[in-house]
Structure formats: C-alpha cells, structure tokens
C-alpha cells in the first residue's frame, strides 16, 4: 500500500469521526451511515473499509472502548464491505441503495442495543422494543438524505478522485 492510500484512508475515517461526533448530539441525525455508504459507492473496497475501521479506531480511543463502541468496529465496517460488494447494482439501482442507506441507519440504532445482553435478555428486549421510536425516524432521515445528497457529494468526490488519479499520472 501506497502512502498516497494510507493518507487517503485517514482522510476518510477523519471525516466520518467529524461527520459522527458533529451529528451525534442531534436527535434523529445520524449521517454517519449515509457517508460510510457514500464513501464505499465512490472509493475503493480497501480503502471504504480500512477508512471505517480507522474511523472506529478513533472514536473508541476518543470516547473510550465499551461494548457499545465496539459494536461500531462490526457495524461500519461492514456497510462499506456490503455497500461496496453490492456497488454495481446499486449504480443501476439508485432506489435500492436509498432503502439500504435508511436500513442500515435504522439497524445500527437496533444492533447498538445487544451489548445488554450482558446485562439482561429481557432489559435488551425492552431496549430494542424502546429504541423503535428513535431507530425508525432514523432510517427515514438518512433514506431522505441520500436520496437528496448522494448524486451532489458523489459529483464532488468523483472529481476528486479524478484529480487524484490525473496527478498519479502526471508524477
């Protein structure tokens, strides 16, 4: 792996950890799955996936590693290794990758709630069955979002890339 990729990469968890701890503290605003879709549509597999797991790195390092931050070591990651796996048919399919980006928000707000597991079946029950009202708004928002944002950002990140890539050949 290149440095020019490793720098990239960072670049990328960075501005999930940005995007994550800047929206964190708004009820219902959960980007950070549409930019870990986002990211994984218009980067590399290696580099979508290495960005999450470094963005997780840091915020558990940040905010401290418990069972709920390590949950994000699994979720993340594995949205941009499913987003990226699917990206042909999503770029045939721009509906379905809408209904994918609000699923997983909506499911990172349930997966988030197993940790009580350690605790209680039933209090990780009541969890999930309480965490409805805030993981179904959730979804819907980043489903709206990416159908409302993705074409624009992707523009931008597409040019970006191509700028990327011209200077490679350049040098």
């Not at 020019?4 to 990469?9: A, F, G, H, Q």
């Not at 909506?106 to 309480?130: D, E, V």
Request: aromatic share 16%; glycine share 4%; charged share 10%.
């Amino acid at each position: 792996m290149k440095v020019k990729d490793l720098v990239l990469i960072t670049v990328l968890a960075s501005i999930q950890y940005v995007v994550f701890t800047s929206f964190s503290f708004v009820l219902y605003l959960e980007f950070i799955t549409f930019v870990t879709v986002l990211f994984a549509m218009n980067f590399k597999r290696q580099e979508a996936v290495l960005g999450s797991i470094i963005f997780v790195i840091i915020y558990m390092l940040t905010s401290g590693i418990t069972p709920w931050s390590m949950m994000y070591l699994i979720v993340y990651p594995t949205y941009s290794l499913l987003t990226s796996l699917l990206k042909p048919f999503f770029k045939k399919h721009f509906s379905a990758l809408v209904v994918t980006c609000g699923f997983f928000s909506f499911a990172t707000g349930q997966i988030l709630q197993i940790p009580f597991l350690l605790f209680s079946k039933n209090i990780t029950i009541y969890y999930l069955i309480a965490g409805l009202k805030v993981s179904i708004p959730q979804g819907i928002i980043a489903a709206l979002v990416c159908r409302l944002l993705y074409y624009p950002l992707s523009k931008v990140l597409t040019r970006i890339i191509q700028r990327r890539n011209h200077q490679s050949t350049i040098n």
